[in-house]
């Protein structure tokens, strides 16, 4: 790799936010933002502006795959209804990320793995009802995620998606569930265990056993 981009700071963008999403990254340092540390689009006056915030337009069906990996200064991440699936690596490493919202009505099946990855800022996150796959370590080590809410259509959780979430305090789950996979692993970290695993009021069962078990770490693993 040259020694340019390794030196790169700054990416100026002439197109929309629905062209860049239309790009394909073959790999993490495809993306010129595993180099830089700030994105650049024009506004509607024709002068460029740091992209803070992220709107997604109801065009876009799903987000690839490293799309939009790096992105250190966005702050907030708005996903329509059209989105299907969110690829590997999607938001890997979007540090200052606090706010993802998924407008109501959404499509999003599949979150990828390492999706989130490294997104220390973001504190809560409820996932869209219909979603059925979390990849393994999607949200890896999101140090400040305290409050995760788990949709009834969920059937897999892959291999330590929430690991490393040192914060994390509360997953919520509509009712009683028999997931393929459901782990939360943290190496030789005794506090990682949840202080509150919900079930809301009005369900009708109870989460069975939240059982955890001390090997090469600490595992919690819900039945």
């Known amino acids: 790799m040259s020694e340019e981009l390794h030196n790169l700071k700054e990416v100026y963008y002439n197109g929309t936010m629905s062209d860049w999403c239309n790009i394909t990254f073959s790999s993490s340092d495809a993306n010129p933002m595993y180099y830089a540390q700030r994105f ?19 065009t876009i069906t799903s987000i690839g795959e490293c799309q939009f990996y790096g992105f250190k200064n966005v702050t907030n991440v708005i996903i329509p209804n059209s989105v299907t699936s969110i690829g590997d690596s999607a938001f890997y490493n979007c540090t200052s990320l606090t706010n993802v919202i998924f407008e109501e009505g ?6 990828q793995n390492v999706a989130f990855y490294n997104c220390t800022s973001l504190t809560n996150i409820t996932i869209p009802s219909g979603v059925t796959s979390i ?12 409050e995760i809410t788990l949709p009834e259509s969920l059937l897999e959780i892959g291999e330590g998606a929430f690991s490393e979430c040192k914060s994390l305090k509360r997953i919520t789950i509509p009712k009683q569930k028999m997931f393929r996979t459901f782990s939360v692993y943290t190496e030789f970290q005794l506090w990682f265990i949840p202080t509150d695993v919900e079930v809301p009021v009005d369900a009708t069962e109870t989460i069975p056993s939240v059982v955890p078990q001390l090997s090469a770490g600490l595992r919690v693993n819900v039945f």
Not at 135 to 146: C, D, E, M, Q, T
């Open 135 to 146: 990849g393994s370590y999607a949200f890896y080590n999101s140090i400040n995620l305290k």
């Open 40 to 58: 650049y689009m024009l506004d509607e006056n024709n002068e460029y502006y740091e992209v803070t915030e992220i709107e997604i337009t109801d």
């Open 106 to 111: 959404s499509k999003l099946t599949t979150i």
